[in-house]
């Protein structure tokens, strides 16, 4: 069996970036991924501008006590035209531009006025900040954006920019088949056998929030015609995603049905708790991969692998999960052969936050996968841990 960071090596490169681009307005333009370089247009601020709304004067004037002649003001969006001079100062408000001549702003609570506003007198202890943001404190023109999957505060800045539309590639079309003869879908009455198929639900949420087109067919049958029709209909899809039939036993048809569709694997099977039985390959020219049936497993497993895939496919520069580091709440005994992605969540401990792994780890168990906010990744044949040890996580 190979390690969980091989497989995700081997599926990253089973899921080079798609080739198709299309401009989007900035409106669209989050969770997707930039597919080339931009340029700031735009200069921010394009002036030095008022932090404060205040008085705009001359540092090295400013003393408390010191009177100040009020000779115009500024506000955002219009500018006073004069020069600041000695003993001068310009009524300014936040976001305007500094005044020639002015390289301070006094703030309106340090500021008396005195008749009718001609004049101000600095109070006591004023304020010692200039509260002046200096032209291009935020980025200059030319500034290169590089790709990345945009988030809400990317957005924001290429907006700044004055970037009107944005270059991004396709979201990835994710063909999700769940299989197996005990399923229904939820909503319909389950026979005395049966159980409701959540895992196309929860991949297909998991992708969509990733960034991809996912779409479910309907449940395929353990019967090679049944999973044949169901790859059949998955055809135009970038990432095929079977679950379930992905183990050993004679009713877990997934691997052969690949096969026989013409696929190529790279792996079945790795060292990891959940998810043992996993699959990746390419079939036509979609990356495929197949998922264990066991709830969690599958979950556990789209995280790991089929999220970063379709983030790959998008064009994602850094399409792994992010690893962090927390420190155990209690202690943990030594783990088998198998890398451990433990259902856990972070808690407030003694020194900051801390991992507390839940003691039912049954992959069938979806209430506690619910119920959890992260992965622990207990590696394979870790030793007893004591309590405070350092452990990686992956939050969820
Ligand atoms: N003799 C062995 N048995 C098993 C092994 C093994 O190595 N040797 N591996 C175990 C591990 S680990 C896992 S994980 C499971 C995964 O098996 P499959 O991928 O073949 O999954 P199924 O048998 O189809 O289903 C397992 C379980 O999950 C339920 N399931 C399946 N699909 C869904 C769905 N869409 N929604 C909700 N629940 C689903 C299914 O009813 C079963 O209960 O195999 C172990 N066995
Ligand atoms: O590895 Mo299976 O994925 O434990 O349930």
Redesign the pocket.
């Known amino acids: 069996m190979i390690t969980v960071e091989d497989a995700l090596s081997r599926v990253l490169a089973l899921a080079a970036p798609l080739p198709r681009i299309e401009e989007v307005p900035l409106t669209e333009a989050a969770g997707r991924v930039l597919a080339r370089p931009l340029r700031a247009r735009r200069t921010q601020p394009p002036f030095a501008a008022s932090a404060m709304d205040g008085y705009a004067l001359r540092g090295d004037e400013l003393r408390p006590g010191a009177r100040f002649r009020v000779i115009g003001a500024a506000r955002a969006g219009q500018r006073f035209d004069g020069r600041v001079g000695p003993g001068e100062a310009v009524r300014i408000f936040t976001g305007a531009p500094m005044p020639e001549g002015a390289d301070r702003v006094l703030i309106q609570e340090d500021a008396a006025t005195e008749d009718d506003g001609a004049f101000i007198r600095v109070r006591e202890n004023p304020d010692a900040a200039r509260h002046v943001r200096p032209a291009g404190a935020d980025f200059a023109e030319g500034d290169v954006f590089a790709p990345r999957r945009l988030s809400a505060r990317d957005v924001a800045l290429l907006a700044a920019m004055n970037v009107e539309r944005a270059p991004v590639r396709a979201r990835p079309r994710v063909a999700l088949i769940?299989?197996?003869d005990?399923?229904v879908e939820p909503g319909q009455t389950p026979g005395p056998d049966q159980?409701?198929?959540?895992?196309?639900y929860g991949l297909h949420a998991m992708l969509r929030e990733a960034g991809a087109d996912p779409f479910l067919t309907p449940i395929a049958r353990d019967d090679p015609a049944s999973l044949r029709a169901a790859l059949e209909a998955a055809a135009e899809a970038d990432m095929i995603v079977t679950?379930?039939?992905?183990?050993?036993?004679e009713?877990?048809l997934v691997r052969a049905a690949l096969l026989a569709a013409g696929a190529e694997l790279s792996f079945h099977k790795i060292a990891m708790?959940?998810?043992?039985?996993l699959m990746a390959g390419r079939l036509g020219r979609a990356t495929a991969l197949g998922?264990?049936?066991?709830?969690v497993?599958?979950m556990v497993c789209g995280a790991l692998f089929a999220v970063p895939a379709a983030r790959a496919l998008a064009g994602d520069p850094a399409p792994a999960p992010r690893r962090l580091t927390a420190r155990l709440a209690h202690p943990l005994p030594a783990n088998g052969p198998r890398a451990h992605y433990a259902r856990a969540r972070l808690i407030d401990g003694p020194d900051g936050p801390a991992l507390e792994i839940f003691a039912n780890q049954d992959?069938?168990v979806l209430s506690l996968l619910a119920a959890a906010d992260c992965l622990a990744e207990i590696p394979a044949n870790a030793p007893a841990m004591e309590t405070g040890t350092n452990l990686k996580y992956i939050p969820l």
Request: aromatic share 0%; charged share 10%; no cysteine.
């Open positions: 769940p299989t197996g005990e399923l159980i409701v198929s959540s895992n196309g679950l379930g039939g992905a183990s050993v036993g009713h877990d708790r959940p998810g043992k039985p998922l264990p049936g066991n709830p497993s599958a992959s069938a």
